[in-house]
């Protein structure tokens, strides 16, 4: 099964709001950082969100400060990503990731989720 699934994605009008969820099936999910990117149609993928393993330290992509919050459960596995004030531009598949270190996570994550699509409406 994968490491890390991602889920809650779907079609939003702009101005709305959705929370993405990353499950995580390995036990040691409380040591490792994670994080969000996203890729849209024809574009590179681009870092979003990264949270370290405490959830003490937190860090965003300028495009999204403001309106994106990160958060994680250790207790169960799971890390998050809540959307606000959601815009066209957003559109796009939202991927997490998870790395060792909240530096590592921003640059060269050690894995991937499948991705969870988020489309929003004008």
């Known amino acids: 099964q994968e490491q890390l699934v991602e889920s809650g994605g779907g079609l939003v009008q702009a101005g709305g709001s959705l929370r993405l969820s990353c499950a995580a099936s390995?036990?040691?999910?409380?040591?490792?950082?994670m994080g969000w990117f996203r890729q849209a149609p024809g574009k590179e993928r681009d870092f979003v969100a990264a949270i370290s393993w405490s959830g003490g330290s937190t860090y965003y992509a300028d495009s999204v400060k403001g309106r994106f919050t990160i958060s994680r459960d250790n207790a169960k596995n799971t890390g998050y990503l809540q959307m606000n004030s959601l815009k066209p531009e957003d559109t796009a598949v939202y991927y997490c990731a998870a790395a060792r270190t909240v530096v590592k996570v921003t640059t060269t994550p050690g894995y991937w989720g499948q991705g969870t699509q988020v489309t929003v409406s004008s």
């Open positions: 390995g036990r040691t999910f409380s040591n490792y950082a």
